[in-house]
Each structure stands twice: as structure tokens, then as C-alpha cells.
């Protein structure tokens, strides 16, 4: 059995207000794929992202985590096995200092405190932030909450990793060294992100999803080079699959 | 706003401060804070006409700014800051208690103004020595103590979140307060009714951000306790840091050295 499946069976969520959001998801992503969720600003990829870790449940259809339905009774083992980075570093590193914000999962889990200090130093090494590890977090620069944040979903050493907007607010250099981290990472991955030029050079298989459903599942380069789905669902070819301004100018 | 700005950098520096590494900063936080509420308790002890008794206790203050190597002058203006509500407690003595308590020589002080500096020579004290214990400990660690000491759980938590986030919601409102202004010609649209706005709008994004801190914290398996991996070790220094204090605060409390002192340099003026 393998806990690094994801798999959803025509999911539909709401949200009180009555704004439907999910309208019938269905996918299947299994052990070490990397998987892009793309789409329009409103198009429900952070709350489909919360769906897989049971932070919303859904309103109708279900979401498998290896073999085990994602439901109340479950959360525990699912949120062990699906490590959320949400997209802004500040809601996710409330602790008095990082290496407490890192330790707060894994003392959660109750392990002992050998064991945590090992799974944390662990982890900070694996996102090269081990000298951050006395500092307080709002001290911190972006690049580095954003290197921590990932640490501390990192030390629960999950199955799964799911990201949103992991690239967004960084300089071009942190970006690439993130793209780079991810890269080694042999974690089955979801990115939610409008950085398609990242998706490109990160992940094979790209979702793409247009209000609350899914426009297109299949390979990231074929749907990057289509120009008709891109457009419908308000985005653009990444820049990198563009003509050069300079070669060609236009 | 630059008011907001430079309050936000200076909170960001009494934490700076503690930082350093000095026999002050290395010693066990339980001790510093211990040492200080002891401290606090011995200078608000006294009668509400003392001043002599007061004066001594000065040495704790001073010797800790020294050896935490933190600076007079900085410390000396938040204090100053501070210093209007201590000011205004005070200040209403001198009316109501107008009985002639101290001649010097020919002018008689009247027990209201002795006791409104007694209150502004306990104020300068008591808020010093807080001050010194967060830039020479660093208010993580003060709540770390609290909670080895056994301060119920919750109100460690609270505090240390209020620290944590007062720095996100302080940046937040700067930059409405920044965007409202740019956007306001000739005082035009700074009134009340967008100020309650921007005050309403800040509740409801510090509620949306309560909410995914919330969920940010389930995700990482949180089930309503926090626990803390960080052992407090008691050192030798730390224990003598302690009674060496506390004796001495003991001391200064039941014998007024100041007299002492005065009465055995008149002895050899004599």
C-alpha cells in the first residue's frame, strides 16, 4: 500500500455563502509525480489545495490519500501524510522562534525530543537554513520565511508535498534555487501557481482548472504550447516558449 | 505613520538587544525574572512618604546595564515614555496633602510632594528593571520562563502570539494608513468615516488571517496544546545571581542604608 497517491472521485465543495467553487473534480496523482495546478485568479486551486489535507471536507464525491478516504475519523493520519505550504510564510511560522516553528509538528506527533531535534536539523539543513534556526521569524527576509515555511512542513516527513504559490514574492535567484530544492525532492508534489515558466521546468504533468472544473489534465509541455486553452482559461504561454522581443521582433 | 514606524523598529531593537551575548544575557531567564518581580515587590513595599530607603536600590539597575552592556540612554527614554502615567497618579498629592513634612532650611516640603517623588522614584525603578529584563532576556524567553514556572499555558501562548503577530498587524495597518494618505489631497478623506473603515477592514483581514494561521496549525497536527522542545538548565552562576539579589533587596528593604550612611559620614565630620 502506498500512502503517495492522491486520487478524487467528482468532488464538489461550496462555500457558505453559497458561491460553488468545485464543481466535479476528478484526477489520480500517484508516487513521485510532480503535478502543476494552473488557472485563473477565482479558479478554486487554493481551496481545491485545502481539500487534500482535509482542512475543508467536501460537500459531495471523496478524496483518497493512499488508500484511506479523507474524512474526520482520518485527519491525523492524513495531515501526516500531506504537508501543506500555505502561500504567505506569516500565517504558517507563528512560533516565538524558527526552530520551535519547525519542532511544531513533530512534537504534535509526540515523538521524543531526540527524535525531533533530528528531524528538525534535518530538515532545516535539507532547505539550507540550519544558521536561521535561533532567529525569531519576523526578522526573517522573504526568501528565507519561504525556506523555513517549507522546513517546517518538511520535518513531519510527509508522503505528499502540496505548495501554493511557492515562487511568488521571491527575486529571480531565491525562485531558482527553490526551483532547484524542489527538484531533489522525491516527494509526490502538487504546485498551485501562475509561475508557469517554474511549472514548466518542474513538473511533467500540469492540471489546469477553470471554474471549478478541470479544463485539461496531460502533459506540461503540450498544454503549454496550446495557445487556445491557455488563453480561455486566462493564461499565457510561459515566457520561455515565447519568440525573443530582441530576434524577432514582433 | 512615521510615529508607527519607528515604534515598530524601536520594539525590534529592545529585541535586538537581546541578542547579545554577555553574563547577563547567559544567565537562566527564570532567574532574571525572578530576581526582577522580587525586585519590584521590595520597591513597592514601602511607605508611600520613603525616599532614602529608595534610592539605594539604584544598584541593580545600574550594575545590569553595565554588565548587559544595553544603552543608558535608549533605556532612560522609554522610560521617559512611560513616564506620564506614573506622572499623572502622582501628580494630584501635592494638592490634597499640603502638611509640612521636611524643612530644608527655611522651605517646608509638604508630605504631597514627598510622596509624588517617592511614586516617581518607584516608577523609574520598577519600570527599568522590566525593561532590562526583556533587552537583557528577550520576551521569547521570559515566556518560556513563565511556562517553566508553571503561568497557566494559555497566557504564555497568548503573549507570545501577541508578540509574534503585533509585527505583521503593525506593518499591515502602516501600509493602509500609507495607501489611505497617498490617496488623500489637502486632508481631504482623513476623517472619521475612513478611519473606521480602515479600523473595520484591518478586524476583518486579521480575522481571514486567524483563520488560515488556524488552519496552518491543524495541518501541522496541532490538537489544542502547544509543546515547547527547549530545556532550562540551572547553573551555578544562576543560583548565586539569585540570592546575591534577592539577599540584598532583602537588606536594603529592612535597613535604610542611606541613613546609615549619612549618619556615619557625619560621624567622621565630627
Known amino acids: 500500500m502506498s500512502h503517495h497517491i492522491i486520487e478524487l472521485e467528482d468532488l464538489h465543495y461550496a462555500y457558505p455563502d453559497g458561491n460553488q467553487v468545485l464543481q466535479g473534480i476528478s484526477f489520480r496523482i500517484t508516487h513521485g509525480e510532480k503535478v502543476a495546478l494552473v488557472g485563473a485568479n477565482g479558479a478554486g486551486k487554493s481551496t481545491l489545495l485545502l481539500q487534500f489535507n482535509g482542512c475543508l471536507l467536501p460537500a459531495s464525491g471523496r478524496v483518497r490519500i493512499g488508500e484511506m478516504p479523507v474524512t474526520k475519523k482520518t485527519l491525523t493520519h492524513v495531515r501526516r501524510t500531506v504537508g501543506l505550504v500555505f502561500q504567505d510564510p506569516d500565517d504558517q511560522l507563528f512560533m516565538p522562534l524558527v526552530f520551535d516553528d519547525v519542532a511544531f509538528g513533530p512534537l504534535n506527533l509526540g515523538l521524543s525530543p531526540e527524535e525531533v531535534e533530528r528531524q528538525v536539523m534535518q530538515a532545516l539543513a535539507a532547505v539550507g537554513a540550519v544558521h536561521l534556526k535561533d532567529r525569531p521569524p519576523y526578522h526573517l527576509s522573504g526568501g528565507e520565511k519561504r525556506a523555513v515555511a517549507i522546513a517546517a512542513v518538511l520535518s513531519l516527513a510527509p508522503a505528499i508535498l502540496v505548495m501554493d504559490e511557492p515562487t511568488s514574492n521571491l527575486d529571480p535567484k531565491t525562485r531558482r534555487q527553490l526551483i532547484e530544492l524542489l527538484k531533489t525532492f522525491d516527494h509526490t508534489l502538487i504546485v498551485a501557481s501562475h509561475d508557469l515558466d517554474m511549472v514548466l521546468d518542474l513538473c511533467p504533468r500540469t492540471l489546469v482548472l477553470k471554474e471549478g472544473r478541470i479544463a485539461a489534465d496531460g502533459p506540461t509541455g503540450a498544454i503549454m504550447q496550446n495557445e487556445e486553452l491557455l488563453a480561455s482559461c486566462n493564461l499565457e504561454k510561459p515566457l520561455r516558449l515565447q519568440g525573443c522581443p530582441v530576434c524577432h521582433p514582433a | ?270
Not at chain 2, 93 to 105: C, E, I, K, S, T
Not at chain 2, 146 to 171: E, N, S
Not at chain 2, 193 to 198: A, D, Q, R
Not at chain 2, 262 to 267: N, S, T
Request: charged share 15%.
Open chain 2, 1 to 270: 505613520m512615521g510615529n508607527i514606524e519607528s515604534s515598530l523598529l524601536n520594539i525590534g531593537y529592545l529585541e535586538t538587544l537581546s541578542y547579545q551575548q554577555t553574563p547577563l544575557h547567559r544567565l537562566d531567564p527564570r532567574v532574571k525574572l525572578l530576581t526582577t518581580l522580587i525586585f519590584i515587590v521590595a520597591v513597592v513595599s514601602f511607605g508611600k512618604y520613603e525616599i532614602t530607603g529608595l534610592v539605594p536600590f539604584l544598584i541593580y539597575p545600574v550594575v545590569l546595564i553595565a554588565v548587559g552592556n544595553l544603552p543608558p540612554g535608549y533605556l532612560a527614554k522609554k522610560i521617559l515614555l512611560a513616564a506620564p502615567f506614573a506622572f499623572f497618579i502622582g501628580i494630584f498629592n501635592p494638592l490634597l496633602d499640603r502638611a509640612v513634612l521636611v524643612h530644608l532650611g527655611p522651605v517646608g516640603i509638604s508630605g504631597g510632594w514627598v510622596s509624588f517623588a517617592s511614586i516617581m522614584i518607584r516608577f523609574t525603578l520598577t519600570v527599568s528593571a522590566a525593561f532590562i529584563l526583556i533587552a537583557g532576556t528577550g520576551l521569547n524567553a521570559v515566556c518560556l520562563a513563565l511556562d517553566k514556572m508553571g503561568a497557566p499555558r494559555i497566557f504564555v501562548m497568548q503573549l507570545l502570539f501577541l508578540y509574534r503577530y503585533i509585527f505583521v498587524l503593525t506593518a499591515e495597518a502602516l501600509r493602509m494608513v500609507r495607501a489611505r494618505s497617498l490617496r488623500a489631497f489637502d486632508g481631504r478623506g482623513l476623517g472619521f468615516s475612513s478611519y473606521s473603515s480602515l479600523v473595520g477592514h484591518l478586524l476583518l483581514r486579521t480575522l481571514e488571517r486567524a483563520r488560515r494561521i488556524h488552519l496552518a496549525m491543524l495541518s501541522r497536527g496541532f490538537d489544542g496544546k502547544i509543546h515547547l522542545l527547549r530545556p532550562l538548565h540551572l547553573h551555578g552562576r544562576d543560583v548565586v545571581f539569585f540570592l546575591g539579589w534577592s539577599g540584598l533587596f532583602v537588606l536594603l528593604r529592612l535597613y535604610n542604608l542611606s541613613q546609615w550612611g549619612g549618619a556615619w559620614i557625619m560621624g567622621l565630620v565630627q
